[in-house]
């Protein structure tokens, strides 16, 4: 019903830059938040950053300062600026829609996961 698609991870030196996106495609009609989270080997999901249509947006101690989160509600995207990348930020970043819903006329919503892409910041 929906789907997230990731774009825009790669492999990175440190101090550079990547641009993740993500785009969230399906029947949709609101969606609350939409946020990136990232999971390294080993270790749990962890929140990255994430912005609700409500204009509130949180980020992670880890990348204050570093990374900014947009989002463009016509196309219901959201994206990722990485600045000043650092070896600790290598993970798996995961896109999420919560409180998604389907029509106008529908009360219930659900949360949604992409699949995920790879960052890898290393000499």
């Known amino acids: 019903q929906v789907r997230l698609v990731e774009s825009g991870g790669g492999l990175v030196q440190p101090g550079g830059s990547l641009r993740l996106s993500c785009a969230a495609s399906?029947?949709?009609?609101?969606?609350?938040?939409m946020g990136w989270y990232r999971q390294a080997p080993g270790k749990e999901r962890e929140l990255v950053a994430d912005?609700?249509?409500?204009?509130?947006?949180n980020y992670a101690d880890s990348v204050m300062g570093r990374f900014t989160i947009s989002r463009e509600y016509a196309k219901n995207m959201v994206y990722l600026q990485m600045n000043s990348l650092k070896p600790e930020d290598t993970a798996v970043y995961f896109c999420?829609?919560?409180?998604?819903?389907?029509?106008?006329?529908?009360?219930?919503?659900?949360?949604?996961w992409g699949q995920g892409t790879q960052v890898t910041v290393s000499s």
């Open positions: 999420k829609a919560e409180g998604v819903r389907g029509s106008v006329l529908s009360f219930e919503s659900s949360d949604y």
């Open positions: 912005t609700s249509n409500r204009g509130g947006t």
């Open positions: 399906g029947r949709i009609f609101s969606v609350n938040t």
